[in-house]
Nanobody, 124 residues
Framework: QVQLVESGGGLVQAGGSLRLSCAASGRTFSSYAMGWFRQAPGKERDFVAAVTWSGGRTYYVDSVKGRFTISRENAKNMVYLQMNSLKPEDTAVYYC?????????????????WGQGTQVTVSS
């Protein structure tokens, strides 16, 4: 069992930055690949970024490439999402997720555990 708690969301102006954090419980954090998803009002939850168990490889949706960076610290049971050059269309609730054996990095169905989400609002 893994419990995930996100933090770091808030209100920021377009062009600004935020760093989201996700704290994971449990002793087997390094056994899970980690991902970030987001859900805007009235829309489905979409993939944003993922990182492999060791942090050696990362994956991003095209719309955030070059602006967002996912990283993890296994010793601290933490995963991060650094978000730069934020745009109003990045406004959403952001969710952290954990997957033991992801069949697809991009599909929410792959992930076993989810956090409660943190709101990110980007004003124009």
């Amino acid at each position: 069992q893994v419990q995930l708690v996100e933090s770091g969301g808030g209100l920021v102006q377009a062009g600004g930055s935020l760093r989201l954090s996700c704290a994971a419980s449990g002793r087997t954090f390094s056994s899970y690949a980690m991902g970030w998803f987001r859900q805007a009002p009235g829309k489905e939850r979409d993939f944003v970024a993922a990182v492999t168990w060791s942090g050696g490889r990362t994956y991003y949706v095209d719309s955030v490439k070059g602006r967002f960076t996912i990283s993890r610290e296994n010793a601290k049971n933490m995963v991060y999402l650094q978000m730069n050059s934020l745009k109003p269309e990045d406004t959403a609730v952001y969710y952290c997720a954990a997957a033991r054996n992801p069949r697809s990095w991009y599909s929410g169905e792959t992930y076993d555990y989810w956090g409660q989400g943190t709101q990110v609002t980007v004003s124009s």
